[in-house]
């Protein structure tokens, strides 16, 4: 199944290429590809509901302030979200609605979301990128 | 991409990739590293992320990579970077996200027998006083007033509020408190995340250990920071938790939108930076002083948690329970130092990401009590391998602006650890060896296993070959708590 990411070798961290149609699949796909990272949510129950709305001073720093404010609301709210519904996005601004739940056992913490050769690249079937996870 | 060939070798251990390699490099990149290590420098990013780090502007000398370098993000870990004060610019991804990441050594008035039958109860009771893992609540609660005056003060902090001692602050880097710290720089975010978590592990590579010191090397120095042979020590490994990741993560992304206005061109948007003398360089450094004191105070309340626990178990049973502080010092940082350059005394931003300062002797920032043979210099190896006490020298000032290794230095991606080491067999292979371990998961452990890492001793050979800093003790682990 495709699950728009996979995880490609860091010697320290953590990096996860992403891909998506569009810009919102993108930023979805890049938001489950870190959820992953830092939990198995094969048994996570969307039961909180969240909305996000952010802008940022270009795409890159826009995926940056997306996935972590996720982080961010995960660590308050100690849950981790599986579930994203991007309602607007453009190179500059994002609205979205995100549901999460609780996990028995994290995988990992992820301290950061980097900027460490980071580029949101035009592909033939939409863009990808490849995104840095400080651990 | 570099190659070998493009590389000069200098001295025995050190290798240099002249300036005019690529275009933007302001001065020569420094590799430091015997030929093995030199070698896993072209299996990743290192050199990649070490010739853009010679790009930035005011950069002086060299960029050096110490040899537990490996691939970060914007610099490589072990990088050592210093900037003219006046010209140069503060890159918050040549600090990292957990500023003042650090080391703290405690040492016990007990020796390895006395400690043996109560070395289970005493990892226990750690893993009761000193909170760790994802998400983890640190042992105090402080208002938002507090935690102003906190990041303020750093470890003065700490002994107001009894939680030090005075001489816990005199053996700790700066004194337990970088001066410029302004909490006005600093997102409410960041105070948010920063407030619950005062005295707090974290996960990740951090760790807390109940030591024996197994080999003196130089008896004399040894003796100066209180270590002898089978002596217990502890050692806490943890940094700014939350409040460090957001100071850095708020400044990596406000910072993108000025380097244009200063005319600054980047090669990875992680080296993002601001000139030391602006409103936006000097806006990092305050957000970033906040940062390490709170990492200073952090490892404090530890301190105090593993003495809590030293007493729990032991009181009644040993003749003197309670730790003294050998050192604190810092992984994970930048800060103003005055070098020689060219013959002339400069003023300098000295970024350490992954790289400990290890001043020699006679330097004022070193505490008198080891003023005369240098300051200790704290090296922890990979969990379940041994650790090293080092000193700084003469040497290291005049070679890597008082800089050496900081660690054993990764090898193996966490996802090829996860792949090849199983977290419950290693637990049981650390305690066949005797270690006690206390985690919080079993992936945690994997992916921390020393097999992922370089070799600390070969590391460690090779800075005191070099002579940016020397051997004195070496530790091996008896029990380790891992969030």
């Keep these: 199944m495709d699950e728009g990411f996979e995880e490609v070798e860091h010697t320290a961290d953590i990096a996860v290429r992403v891909w998506g149609r569009d810009l919102a699949e993108l930023f979805a796909n890049a938001a489950y590809g870190m959820a992953c990272q830092l939990a198995d949510v094969g048994d996570v129950k969307p039961t909180i509901e969240r909305s996000v709305e952010l802008e940022a001073y270009d795409a890159e720093t826009l995926l940056v302030a997306w996935l972590g404010e996720l982080l961010y609301l995960s660590e308050r709210d100690e849950c981790v979200f599986i579930d994203f519904d991007v309602s607007e996005i453009t190179l500059t601004r994002l609205r979205a609605i995100v549901r999460g739940g609780a996990v028995k056992e994290y995988r990992r913490h992820i301290k950061a979301v980097t900027f460490g050769g980071l580029e949101i690249r035009p592909t033939s079937r939409g863009y990808e990128t490849t995104i840095v996870f400080d651990v | 991409m570099a190659e070998k060939k493009d590389f000069r070798q200098v001295e025995k251990y050190i290798w240099e990739l002249p300036r005019d390699f690529r275009k933007d490099m302001r001065v020569p990149a420094r590799l430091f590293g015997d030929a093995e290590l030199f070698d896993a420098a072209f299996r990743d990013r290192t050199v990649e992320q070490l010739v853009n780090t010679a790009t930035l502007p005011g950069i002086v000398k060299y960029a050096m990579a110490m040899p537990d370098f490996h691939q970060g993000y914007g610099f490589p870990i072990g990088g050592v970077a210093a900037m003219r004060a006046d010209d140069g610019v503060i890159s918050p991804g040549g600090v990292g996200y957990d500023i003042n990441c650090g080391v703290r050594l405690l040492g016990a008035h007990l020796e390895r027998d006395e400690v043996a039958p109560y070395l289970e109860d005493l990892t226990v009771a750690l893993y009761r006083t000193c909170p760790s893992g994802v998400g983890g609540k640190g042992r105090e609660r402080v208002s938002e007033r507090e935690l102003d005056e906190l990041l303020v003060q750093g470890g003065k902090w700490a002994l107001k509020r009894g939680l030090a001692r005075q001489e816990d602050l005199a053996h700790t880097e700066e004194g337990g408190c970088l001066p410029g710290a302004d909490p006005g720089q600093v997102s409410p975010r960041a105070k948010e995340r920063g407030r619950p978590q005062v005295g707090s592990l974290g996960a990740g590579n951090h760790f807390l250990e109940i030591d024996v010191v197994e080999e003196i090397y130089e008896p004399n120095v040894a003796d100066a920071f209180g270590l002898w042979r089978d002596q217990i020590a502890v050692q806490i490994h943890c940094g700014s938790r939350g409040f460090g990741h957001q100071v850095c993560d708020d400044y990596v992304k406000s910072l993108q939108a000025v380097v244009h206005k200063y005319n600054i061109h980047l090669p ?215 969030g």
Excluded: W
């Design chain 2, 268 to 482: 990875d948007r992680e080296l993002v930076c601001a000139p030391l003398d602006s409103p936006e360089g000097r806006a990092y450094y305050g957000a970033m002083a906040c940062a390490v004191n709170y990492a200073f105070v952090n490892r404090q309340v530890l301190a105090m948690g593993v003495r809590e626990a030293f007493e729990q178990v032991l009181a009644g049973k040993v003749k003197n329970f309670d730790l003294y502080q050998v050192y604190d010092v810092c992984h994970n940082i930048a800060k103003f130092e005055e070098h020689e350059i060219d013959g002339r005394q400069a003023r300098l931003c000295v970024h350490r990401k992954g790289a400990t300062r290890a001043f020699g002797p006679g330097r004022e920032e070193v505490p008198i009590s080891y003023r005369g043979v240098g300051q200790p210099v704290l090296v922890p190896g990979s969990m379940g391998t041994e650790s090293y006490v080092l000193v700084g020298t003469q040497k290291a000032i005049d070679l890597t602006f008082g800089s050496t290794c900081h660690g054993a230095g990764r090898v193996m991606s966490r996802r090829r650890a996860l792949k090849e080491i199983h977290g419950a067999e290693l637990r049981r292979e650390l305690e066949a060896q005797g270690i006690v371990v206390r985690a919080g998961s079993n992936k945690g452990l994997a992916e921390e296993a020393p097999a992922a890492y370089k070799d600390v001793s070969r590391v460690v050979e090779v800075v005191h070959a070099l002579g940016i800093a020397r051997k004195v003790a070496r530790l091996r682990p008896l029990g380790v708590i891992k």
